[in-house]
């Protein structure tokens, strides 16, 4: 790499506040994924909503953004980047005042959906940027700063949204995104270049096909609990859907001649195994986020801020090994990073299937702290390996696509283990119930209803104890499946291809970790 070549793609002049406003706009749009969550009951009773019909409060948004982001890099090349960053950050913002002043549930899912069109490129443009604004000797430590903002997001959502839910009012789980939002778009105006636009033709047929495909696929996964899964007519339908869409638009992309996402963009070998790393990602590690809230308040009874406190020990160690991989990643095989991060997420998550009922919260912040640092390892060098071997003008296009594999991930990562939670948990109270009989009970069961209402009571109770007891098995169940899979994807690290060493009596600066 020669030393001119050793340029930001797109030069600022005040790079650190630069960095800032793109941040702080895409930390913005990541934490509102989960930190409406928690504020969900309230919001139930305050629109008067039931639990089914609020559900779309969450569906509404992850629908439009999962529809938006495949035409970012199209847009980004129309109109152009700073354009669409500036317009993306200013509807993100004035959806969140809407949400936040909505009267009824019909009200906030049409909100909801203009916010997850708004927050769909918000992601993708600013891993693009934070690319294109810093040399290339420097980009891994700008991939160390993005992933910290995809990561701690979710992490930090739950604790925000607990704060201003129990404390203020759950409609300022939005209102908080104003001044975030306001900060964001000066600092946009003022300090982002505007990159260079470039004219293409716009592929309508491949573009429908995959919104059809990837609306029907999130309809069925979030539909699919309520619907009891395939034997709901609605949820074969939305499977046929998502299945003919999404297969049509595979044969369109291979045989088109302009389609929506470039071919070349697969045929790289590092991004496309990249981004099965990333739907990895967000099968196993998010699933693993999402299920941790219900199982501290719901069987360990801690308040949703004391959750949310628990649960920054994963943000510590996110934190930590992403500030360390940005600097040790041009000097060490990235390949032994991702499978060193897997393997320590393997390891925390084999220690959760060791959890009781009894035990403190230390376990929850030790098994936290050990997924967090695995997480934060596995994160950087991907982001390096995927964009390495991609031309500046595919970037946009290539982060659409890792952000969009990540959040299909998580879809049917969250989908599997809630399913597989919800039948474990009827079979091991099944198995559970065959043990309660007279013989290890102080009371006949048969001799209750001459106690009434305290006999009924008895019986209740002992039914509660059971169901606490096969909750949790199913939750153990879960962590020990996904477990073998962060242990299957250690050897498949070896897949990504070795970055090359830089040859004797190169530049002064440091070599890239990806292949030339």
């Known amino acids: 790499m020669a030393l001119a070549e050793d340029q930001a793609h797109l030069p600022v002049r005040y790079k650190g506040l630069t960095t800032v406003a793109i941040m702080a706009a895409m930390v913005m749009q990541v934490l509102d994924t989960t930190i409406v969550n928690v504020a969900l009951p309230h919001m139930s009773a305050s629109l008067s909503a039931s639990p089914e019909t609020i559900s779309w409060v969450l569906t509404s948004y992850i629908l439009a953004s999962a529809v938006a982001i495949p035409i970012t890099g199209w847009l980004a090349d129309r109109i152009g980047a700073k354009k669409l960053f500036v317009i993306s950050v200013a509807t993100f913002t004035i959806a969140s005042i809407l949400c936040g002043i909505a009267q009824n549930i019909t009200e906030m899912v049409l909100f909801r959906t203009l916010q997850g069109i708004g927050g769909a490129f918000l992601g993708p443009l600013a891993q693009t940027l934070m690319l294109d604004i810093n040399k ?132 790289d070998r590092n991004f496309l195994s990249a981004s099965v790393f990333m739907f990895i990602i967000g099968m196993v590690m998010f699933a693993a986020m ?18 949310g406190e628990i649960l920054a020990s994963r943000g510590v160690g996110v934190l930590l090994t992403m500030a360390i991989s940005g600097k040790i990643v041009s000097k060490v095989d990235p390949r032994f990073m991702v499978a060193g991060g897997f393997s320590l997420s393997a390891l925390s998550l084999w220690m959760m299937t060791g959890w009781s009922l009894e035990q403190g919260f230390a376990p929850f912040v030790i098994t936290g702290l050990i997924q967090g640092l695995g997480i934060g390892l596995v994160f950087v060098p991907l982001q390096m390996l995927a964009f390495g071997t991609l031309p500046p003008a595919s970037r946009t296009e290539g982060a659409a696509v890792l952000n969009l594999t990540r959040n299909i991930g998580s879809s049917i990562g969250i989908a599997i283990v809630v399913a597989l939670m919800a039948r474990n948990s009827q079979i091991s109270h099944a198995d559970l119930a065959q043990h309660v009989s007279p013989n290890n009970l102080p009371v006949d069961p048969a001799e209750l209803s001459r106690f009434g209402d305290y006999g009924s009571a008895i019986l209740q109770m002992t039914d509660g104890l059971v169901n606490r007891q096969a909750a949790m098995i199913a939750y153990l169940d879960d962590f020990y499946i996904m477990t073998w899979a962060c242990v299957l994807a250690i050897p498949a690290a070896f897949l990504l291809k070795k970055p090359k060493p830089r040859p004797a009596g190169g530049p002064s600066e440091p070599a890239p970790v990806m292949a030339e």
């Open 136 to 267: 290339r000797s420097e980009q891994a430590k700008a991939m160390s700063v993005y992933g910290m903002g995809v990561m701690i997001g979710p992490i930090m959502g739950p604790i925000v949204g607990g704060y201003l839910t129990e404390w203020i009012d759950w409609r300022w789980c939005f209102f908080v995104n104003v001044p975030v939002g306001i900060l964001c778009l000066a600092g946009l105006i003022a300090l982002l270049p505007e990159k260079e636009l470039k004219r293409r033709d716009f592929d309508l047929f491949g573009f429908s096909m995959l919104a059809l495909g990837l609306c029907g696929l999130q309809l069925m996964l979030d539909r699919g609990q309520h619907a009891d899964w395939f034997s709901s007519t609605e949820i074969w339908l939305e499977g046929a859907v998502a299945i003919c869409g999404l297969w049509v638009f595979m044969v369109h992309t291979a045989t088109a001649k302009k389609p929506l996402f470039a071919p070349d963009l697969f045929a």
């Open 290 to 307: 999402a299920l941790l809230p219900s199982l501290l308040e719901g069987l360990f009874g801690y308040s949703v801020v004391d959750t």
